[in-house]
T-cell receptor, first 114, second 113 residues
Framework: EPEVTQTPSHQVTQMGQEVILRCVPI?????FYWYRQILGQKVEFLVS????????KSEIFDDQFSVERPDGSNFTLKIRSTKLEDSAMYFC????????????FGPGTRLTVL | QKEVEQNSGPLSVPEGAIASLNCTYS??????FFWYRQYSGKSPELIMS????GDKEDGRFTAQLNKASQYVSLLIRDSQPSDSATYLC?????????????FGAGTQVVVTP
């Protein structure tokens, strides 16, 4: 059973539009992360979220980006005014502890900005 | 700029042979090291984590860490066609895996029957 799901699986939007990407963990987690991967490039850290606050963000995570946990379960990434270069796979990750401590990645949302 | 470097490949490996993947990192304070596997169009999935110098074995996989040389490697024994994927090296500044991960660009492995 996956630890985290993401919706939508694919989002197509026009440049300048706002998009909201959602991450739904199966159980309670304290640490959440967003990463992105532009086609053919490396996975890049965007932001980490701990105890309902941003704990760290990268230089990519500018004022166009925001994260929140509106209902205590879903974890969202909002891009206010999308640009062509925002086209990428966006992965939500959770930190899970147990037999192995790991950042477990969701299946991702493919964002296409036209 | 802190970097995690990997050979992009592709690394072609005959079925049943050993695949050897290398990764170097620039930040000496790095504490935790991970190998993820990523199939095309899919999300990364963790294969191995290693935190201290030496070797760590898990099934057909062995991770090796040398902090003095800032080098981490992954060996895949008895390579199978299903091992064909891109292998991502990731590094964290934290002693566990809860800190942000910095990824290398990945090494593509192709296992040929």
């Amino acid at each position: 059973e996956p630890e985290v799901t993401q919706t939508p699986s694919h989002q197509v939007t026009q440049m300048g539009q706002e998009v909201i990407l959602r991450c739904v963990p199966i159980s309670n987690h304290l640490y959440f992360y967003w990463y992105r991967q532009i086609l053919g490039q490396k996975v890049e850290f965007l932001v980490s979220f701990y105890n309902n606050e941003i704990s760290e963000k990268s230089e990519i995570f500018d004022d166009q980006f925001s994260v929140e946990r509106p209902d205590g379960s879903n974890f969202t990434l909002k891009i206010r005014s999308t640009k062509l270069e925002d086209s990428a796979m966006y992965f939500c990750a959770i930190w899970t502890s147990g037999k192995v401590n790991e950042q477990f990645f969701g299946p991702g949302t493919r964002l296409t900005v036209l | 700029q802190k970097e995690v470097e990997q050979n992009s490949g592709p690394l072609s490996v005959p079925e049943g042979a050993i695949a050897s993947l290398n990764c170097t990192y620039s930040d000496r304070v790095s504490q935790s090291f991970f190998w993820y596997r990523q199939y095309s169009g899919k999300s990364p999935e963790l294969i191995m984590s290693i935190y201290s110098n030496g070797d760590k074995e898990d099934g057909r996989f062995t991770a090796q860490l040398n902090k003095a040389s800032q080098y981490v490697s992954l060996l895949i024994r008895d390579s199978q066609p299903s091992d064909s994927a891109t292998y991502l090296c990731a590094v964290s500044m934290t002693t566990d895996s809860w800190g942000k991960l910095q990824f290398g660009a990945g090494t593509q492995v192709v296992v040929t029957p």
